[in-house]
Protein backbone atom coordinates (compact mmCIF):
# COMPACT_ATOMS: atom_id res chain seq x y z
CA UNK A 1 0.00 0.00 0.00
CA UNK A 2 0.71 3.93 -0.38
CA UNK A 3 1.30 4.97 3.04
CA UNK A 4 1.74 7.99 4.97
CA UNK A 5 3.38 7.78 8.56
CA UNK A 6 3.00 10.68 11.17
CA UNK A 7 5.06 10.48 14.24
CA UNK A 8 8.15 8.53 14.32
CA UNK A 9 8.96 8.53 17.81
CA UNK A 10 9.74 5.54 20.16
CA UNK A 11 6.92 3.69 19.20
CA UNK A 12 6.06 5.05 15.66
CA UNK A 13 9.85 5.02 14.05
CA UNK A 14 9.79 0.68 14.85
CA UNK A 15 6.33 0.23 13.56
CA UNK A 16 7.26 2.40 10.45
CA UNK A 17 10.00 0.52 9.70
CA UNK A 18 8.20 -3.04 9.94
CA UNK A 19 5.57 -1.65 6.97
CA UNK A 20 8.60 -0.71 4.35
CA UNK A 21 10.35 -4.10 5.24
CA UNK A 22 7.08 -5.89 4.81
CA UNK A 23 6.98 -4.07 1.19
CA UNK A 24 5.32 -0.80 2.00
CA UNK A 25 5.72 2.37 0.21
CA UNK A 26 5.67 4.64 3.45
CA UNK A 27 6.33 8.75 3.46
CA UNK A 28 7.26 9.61 7.06
CA UNK A 29 6.52 12.59 8.67
CA UNK A 30 7.93 13.76 11.95
CA UNK A 31 7.57 17.25 13.77
CA UNK A 32 11.58 17.27 14.11
CA UNK A 33 13.12 17.27 10.76
CA UNK A 34 15.85 15.44 11.70
CA UNK A 35 14.29 12.31 13.64
CA UNK A 36 12.25 11.65 10.26
CA UNK A 37 15.56 11.93 8.26
CA UNK A 38 17.38 9.18 10.28
CA UNK A 39 13.85 7.12 10.18
CA UNK A 40 14.44 7.37 6.11
CA UNK A 41 17.85 6.95 6.02
CA UNK A 42 18.02 3.74 8.22
CA UNK A 43 15.04 2.23 6.93
CA UNK A 44 14.79 3.44 3.24
CA UNK A 45 11.28 5.18 3.44
CA UNK A 46 10.38 7.96 2.47
CA UNK A 47 11.16 11.48 3.61
CA UNK A 48 8.15 13.71 4.25
CA UNK A 49 8.81 17.51 4.84
CA UNK A 50 5.20 18.63 6.20
CA UNK A 51 1.90 16.51 6.99
CA UNK A 52 0.53 17.09 3.85
CA UNK A 53 3.50 15.84 1.99
CA UNK A 54 3.03 12.33 3.54
CA UNK A 55 -0.78 11.99 3.11
CA UNK A 56 -0.13 13.00 -0.90
CA UNK A 57 -1.86 10.26 -2.50
CA UNK A 58 -2.12 7.49 0.58
CA UNK A 59 -4.78 5.00 0.59
CA UNK A 60 -3.64 4.81 4.27
CA UNK A 61 -2.44 6.91 6.91
CA UNK A 62 -1.19 5.55 10.06
CA UNK A 63 -0.47 8.15 12.95
CA UNK A 64 1.28 8.02 15.92
CA UNK A 65 1.18 11.50 17.91
CA UNK A 66 1.11 12.59 21.18
CA UNK A 67 -2.29 13.81 22.22
CA UNK A 68 -5.85 14.78 21.11
CA UNK A 69 -4.94 17.98 19.83
CA UNK A 70 -2.33 16.65 17.73
CA UNK A 71 -4.81 14.37 16.38
CA UNK A 72 -6.86 16.88 15.53
CA UNK A 73 -4.22 18.95 13.87
CA UNK A 74 -2.49 15.85 11.53
CA UNK A 75 -5.66 15.09 10.73
CA UNK A 76 -6.81 18.28 9.14
CA UNK A 77 -3.79 18.81 7.04
CA UNK A 78 -3.87 15.48 6.12
CA UNK A 79 -7.55 14.67 4.95
CA UNK A 80 -7.70 16.93 1.84
CA UNK A 81 -4.42 14.93 0.64
CA UNK A 82 -5.59 11.58 0.74
CA UNK A 83 -5.93 9.25 -2.22
CA UNK A 84 -10.39 8.69 -2.29
CA UNK A 85 -11.87 6.48 0.13
CA UNK A 86 -8.25 6.45 2.34
CA UNK A 87 -8.05 4.69 5.71
CA UNK A 88 -6.87 7.01 8.71
CA UNK A 89 -5.79 4.66 11.70
CA UNK A 90 -5.03 6.35 14.60
CA UNK A 91 -2.49 4.60 17.08
CA UNK A 92 -2.27 7.73 19.58
CA UNK A 93 -3.79 7.27 22.89
CA UNK A 94 -6.68 9.96 22.88
CA UNK A 95 -9.56 10.44 24.60
CA UNK A 96 -13.26 8.67 22.88
CA UNK A 97 -14.49 12.18 22.27
CA UNK A 98 -11.62 13.24 19.94
CA UNK A 99 -11.98 9.87 18.24
CA UNK A 100 -15.45 10.30 17.24
CA UNK A 101 -14.97 13.90 16.32
CA UNK A 102 -12.08 13.04 13.04
CA UNK A 103 -14.68 9.57 12.55
CA UNK A 104 -17.00 12.07 11.94
CA UNK A 105 -14.74 14.61 9.63
CA UNK A 106 -12.74 11.82 8.25
CA UNK A 107 -16.64 10.69 6.65
CA UNK A 108 -17.63 13.82 5.64
CA UNK A 109 -15.02 14.08 3.09
CA UNK A 110 -15.38 10.73 1.69
CA UNK A 111 -12.64 9.00 3.93
CA UNK A 112 -12.64 6.16 7.32
CA UNK A 113 -11.29 7.19 10.60
CA UNK A 114 -10.44 3.94 12.78
CA UNK A 115 -9.20 4.55 16.58
CA UNK A 116 -6.52 1.98 17.06
CA UNK A 117 -4.34 2.14 20.32
CA UNK A 118 -2.03 -0.20 20.97
CA UNK A 119 -0.39 -2.23 23.99
CA UNK A 120 2.75 -3.56 24.21
CA UNK A 121 5.42 -0.90 24.59
CA UNK A 122 8.46 0.08 22.71
CA UNK A 123 9.87 -3.75 22.82
CA UNK A 124 6.42 -4.88 21.29
CA UNK A 125 6.64 -2.09 18.81
CA UNK A 126 10.71 -3.21 17.88
CA UNK A 127 9.67 -6.40 17.54
CA UNK A 128 6.50 -5.90 15.84
CA UNK A 129 3.78 -7.45 18.96
CA UNK A 130 1.76 -4.60 19.23
CA UNK A 131 -1.70 -5.59 20.29
CA UNK A 132 -4.18 -2.99 18.68
CA UNK A 133 -7.92 -2.28 19.86
CA UNK A 134 -10.09 -0.66 17.07
CA UNK A 135 -13.14 1.32 17.13
CA UNK A 136 -14.66 2.53 13.72
CA UNK A 137 -15.52 1.22 10.82
CA UNK A 138 -15.05 -3.29 10.77
CA UNK A 139 -15.24 -3.55 6.58
CA UNK A 140 -11.94 -0.52 6.54
CA UNK A 141 -10.62 -1.97 9.48
CA UNK A 142 -10.35 -5.79 7.61
CA UNK A 143 -9.32 -3.68 4.62
CA UNK A 144 -6.35 -2.69 6.39
CA UNK A 145 -6.02 -5.19 8.98
CA UNK A 146 -3.20 -6.94 6.87
CA UNK A 147 -0.77 -3.84 6.20
CA UNK A 148 -1.17 -3.33 10.84
CA UNK A 149 0.29 -7.33 11.20
CA UNK A 150 3.35 -6.20 10.12
CA UNK A 151 3.60 -4.69 13.36
CA UNK A 152 1.07 -6.55 15.89
CA UNK A 153 0.23 -9.63 16.56
CA UNK A 154 -3.22 -8.93 17.04
CA UNK A 155 -5.77 -6.77 16.02
CA UNK A 156 -9.24 -6.88 17.89
CA UNK A 157 -12.20 -4.63 16.45
CA UNK A 158 -14.11 -3.63 19.51
CA UNK A 159 -17.42 -1.62 17.95
CA UNK A 160 -18.13 2.00 16.89
CA UNK A 161 -15.95 4.75 16.84
CA UNK A 162 -14.38 5.72 20.46
CA UNK A 163 -14.38 1.89 21.38
CA UNK A 164 -10.42 1.48 20.61
CA UNK A 165 -10.23 4.27 22.89
CA UNK A 166 -12.28 3.07 25.43
CA UNK A 167 -10.56 -0.41 25.53
CA UNK A 168 -7.09 1.09 26.01
CA UNK A 169 -8.46 2.89 29.03
CA UNK A 170 -9.42 -0.80 30.19
CA UNK A 171 -6.04 -1.60 29.65
CA UNK A 172 -4.62 1.18 31.67
CA UNK A 173 -6.50 0.76 34.59
CA UNK A 174 -5.47 -2.93 35.13
CA UNK A 175 -1.97 -1.86 34.45
CA UNK A 176 -1.98 0.88 37.44
CA UNK A 177 -3.58 -1.38 39.93
CA UNK A 178 -1.08 -4.14 39.02
CA UNK A 179 1.58 -2.42 39.19
CA UNK A 180 0.79 -0.57 42.43
CA UNK A 181 0.33 -3.98 43.95
CA UNK A 182 3.82 -5.28 42.45
CA UNK A 183 5.63 -2.40 43.65
CA UNK A 184 3.85 -3.26 47.00
CA UNK A 185 4.91 -6.81 47.34
CA UNK A 186 8.35 -5.73 46.37
CA UNK A 187 8.67 -3.17 49.32
CA UNK A 188 7.05 -5.44 51.61
CA UNK A 189 9.48 -8.46 50.50
CA UNK A 190 12.58 -6.01 50.88
CA UNK A 191 11.12 -4.22 54.82
CA UNK A 192 10.15 -8.21 55.88
CA UNK A 193 14.12 -8.80 55.10
CA UNK A 194 13.77 -11.90 52.20
CA UNK A 195 15.66 -12.24 49.30
CA UNK A 196 13.88 -10.70 46.66
CA UNK A 197 14.76 -13.42 44.13
CA UNK A 198 13.96 -15.81 46.36
CA UNK A 199 10.54 -14.62 46.65
CA UNK A 200 9.69 -14.02 43.49
CA UNK A 201 10.78 -17.78 42.30
CA UNK A 202 8.48 -18.65 45.33
CA UNK A 203 5.57 -16.94 43.47
CA UNK A 204 5.64 -16.29 39.98
CA UNK A 205 4.41 -19.59 38.88
CA UNK A 206 1.01 -19.26 41.04
CA UNK A 207 -2.15 -17.11 40.99
CA UNK A 208 0.06 -13.75 41.64
CA UNK A 209 1.65 -14.65 38.29
CA UNK A 210 2.11 -11.32 35.56
CA UNK A 211 3.53 -9.81 32.50
CA UNK A 212 4.56 -7.03 34.58
CA UNK A 213 5.94 -9.51 38.12
CA UNK A 214 7.97 -11.53 35.33
CA UNK A 215 9.40 -8.25 33.30
CA UNK A 216 9.67 -5.82 35.96
CA UNK A 217 9.93 -7.68 39.29
CA UNK A 218 13.60 -7.38 39.15
CA UNK A 219 14.54 -3.82 37.49
CA UNK A 220 12.01 -2.83 40.48
CA UNK A 221 14.25 -4.86 43.38
CA UNK A 222 17.07 -3.03 41.90
CA UNK A 223 16.04 0.11 41.18
CA UNK A 224 16.43 0.72 37.90
CA UNK A 225 13.68 2.70 36.67
CA UNK A 226 15.33 4.48 33.07
CA UNK A 227 13.41 2.69 30.08
CA UNK A 228 10.06 1.76 29.25
CA UNK A 229 7.09 3.51 29.19
CA UNK A 230 7.04 6.75 30.64
CA UNK A 231 5.47 8.12 34.05
CA UNK A 232 4.33 11.45 31.92
CA UNK A 233 2.55 9.47 29.21
CA UNK A 234 0.82 7.15 31.72
CA UNK A 235 -0.26 10.52 34.03
CA UNK A 236 -1.43 11.55 30.42
CA UNK A 237 -3.45 8.18 30.20
CA UNK A 238 -4.82 8.09 33.36
CA UNK A 239 -6.06 11.45 33.28
CA UNK A 240 -7.88 10.32 29.64
CA UNK A 241 -9.90 7.72 31.75
CA UNK A 242 -10.76 9.92 35.00
CA UNK A 243 -12.19 12.35 32.91
CA UNK A 244 -13.85 9.43 30.71
CA UNK A 245 -14.94 7.88 33.99
CA UNK A 246 -16.33 11.22 35.16
CA UNK A 247 -18.57 11.21 32.20
CA UNK A 248 -20.12 7.85 32.39
CA UNK A 249 -20.10 7.28 36.58
CA UNK A 250 -16.99 4.73 36.62
CA UNK A 251 -15.78 4.34 40.13
CA UNK A 252 -12.17 4.20 39.74
CA UNK A 253 -10.69 5.19 43.79
CA UNK A 254 -7.32 2.92 42.68
CA UNK A 255 -6.95 4.21 39.54
CA UNK A 256 -6.80 7.75 41.14
CA UNK A 257 -5.13 7.20 44.32
CA UNK A 258 -2.39 5.28 41.57
CA UNK A 259 -1.96 8.58 39.49
CA UNK A 260 -1.64 10.45 42.58
CA UNK A 261 1.45 8.16 43.26
CA UNK A 262 2.90 9.29 40.05
CA UNK A 263 2.49 12.28 40.58
CA UNK A 264 4.72 12.14 43.47
CA UNK A 265 7.36 10.37 41.27
CA UNK A 266 7.35 13.16 39.08
CA UNK A 267 8.34 14.99 41.63
CA UNK A 268 11.19 12.98 42.57
CA UNK A 269 12.10 13.53 39.12
CA UNK A 270 11.03 10.41 37.68
CA UNK A 271 8.92 12.12 34.68
CA UNK A 272 10.81 9.62 32.25
CA UNK A 273 11.09 6.91 34.01
CA UNK A 274 9.24 3.66 33.56
CA UNK A 275 5.75 3.07 34.90
CA UNK A 276 7.05 0.64 37.34
CA UNK A 277 8.85 3.31 39.13
CA UNK A 278 6.27 3.31 41.96
CA UNK A 279 8.16 1.05 43.76
CA UNK A 280 10.61 4.53 44.10
CA UNK A 281 8.47 6.31 45.69
CA UNK A 282 7.97 3.00 48.32
CA UNK A 283 11.96 2.80 48.33
CA UNK A 284 11.87 6.53 49.17
CA UNK A 285 9.97 5.28 52.72
CA UNK A 286 11.72 2.09 53.65
CA UNK A 287 12.64 2.18 57.01
CA UNK A 288 16.97 2.64 57.10
CA UNK A 289 18.08 -0.39 58.40
Given at each position: ?90 H ?16 G ?27 G ?19 K ?44 E ?27 F ?37 S ?22
Amino acid sequence: MKIGFAGLGVMGGPMARHLVQAGHQVSGFNRSPDKARAWSTATGGRYAATVAEAADGAELLILCVGNDDDVRQVVAEALPHLADGAVIVDHTTTSARVAREMAALAAGQGRTFIDAPVSGGQAGAENGQLSVMAGGDATALARVEPTLMAFSKAVKHMGPSGSGQLTKMVNQIAIAGVVQGLAEAVHFAEVAGLDTNAAYEAISRGAAQSWQMDNRWKTMAEGKFDFGFAVDWMRKDLGLVLDEARTNGAHLSLTALVDQFYSEVQSMGGARWDTSSLAARLQDRSPKH
